[in-house]
């Protein structure tokens, strides 16, 4: 089975600073995704950004990146110019790849982000 | 923009009453996920269907916790009798898969369910 650890429950950044989340996983699968979801305190999982097992170029989006070491089954968020508006608890998620696979998510425990005006 | 409908948003009942949760999932996509959120155990999936057909509700208690998919847009998440224990945010999520295809999950805003 396969599984999610986010080591570290709570961090905080100053605003307009960086901050990287950690995620590490275990799985014998080859072929699968990994993702981060944001929840806020609205409790809505809003999907920050995915990563594609098969592909070596760490995923982009704005000002969110991740850094995917697929030997050392890691998979980090990196937040830029952090905003007050990233203030939320964050996901790190597995689903297999492979087709016909259960494509259900498996969560870690999550990481509180606080941000510091 | 195309979104999971849940309702109740809130729910709040007393124990050995019968609860029913419904999702609406976005129109075209195949796959709807029932997961719990809870402070102990995190995020956990309940059930997942794939065109309708339960696939897995391996993390379901069978006994009083049942989940179905009477047409293509409505997801029903059923406790009878609830317990105090079943208090948490029920999320339902959707997805399309098909061959070749695999897209990330769209959830929705969760029901909050209490137990007295």
């Known amino acids: 089975a396969q599984t999610v650890t986010q080591s570290q429950p709570e961090m905080s950044v100053q605003e307009a600073e960086t901050v990287t989340l950690s995620c590490t996983y275990d799985?014998?699968?080859?072929?699968?995704?990994l993702f981060w979801y944001k929840q806020p305190p609205s409790r809505q999982m809003i999907l920050v950004i995915r990563?594609?097992?098969?592909?070596?170029q760490n995923a982009t989006e704005n000002r969110f990146s991740v850094n995917f070491q697929k030997a050392a089954k890691s998979f980090s968020l990196k937040i830029s110019d952090s905003q007050l508006g990233d203030a939320a608890m964050y996901f790190c998620?597995?689903?297999?790849?492979?087709?016909?696979?259960?494509?259900?998510?498996?969560f870690g425990k999550g990481i509180t982000l606080s941000v510091r005006p | 923009d195309a979104r999971v409908t849940q309702t109740p948003r809130h729910k709040v009942t007393e124990m050995g009453q019968e609860v029913t949760m419904r999702c609406q999932p976005i129109?075209?996509?195949?796959?709807v996920f029932w997961y719990r959120q809870t402070m102990m155990q995190g995020l956990e999936l309940l059930a997942y269907?794939?065109?309708?057909?339960?696939?897995?509700d391996s993390g379901m208690p069978k006994d009083r916790f049942s989940a179905e998919m009477p047409d293509a847009t409505l997801a029903t998440l059923k406790i009878q009798p609830s317990e105090p224990r079943d208090s948490a945010v029920y999320f339902c999520?959707?997805?399309?898969?098909?061959?070749?295809?695999?897209?990330?999950?769209?959830f929705g805003d969760g029901t909050r369910l209490s137990i007295l």
């Open positions: 999520a959707s997805g399309f898969t098909g061959t070749g295809v695999n897209q990330p999950q769209h």
């Open positions: 799985t014998s699968e080859s072929d699968y995704y």
């Open positions: 990563q594609e097992a098969y592909k070596q």
């Open positions: 998620a597995y689903r297999s790849g492979f087709p016909g696979a259960n494509s259900k998510l498996t």
């Open positions: 129109l075209g996509h195949n796959t």
């Open positions: 269907f794939r065109n309708r057909a339960p696939l897995d």
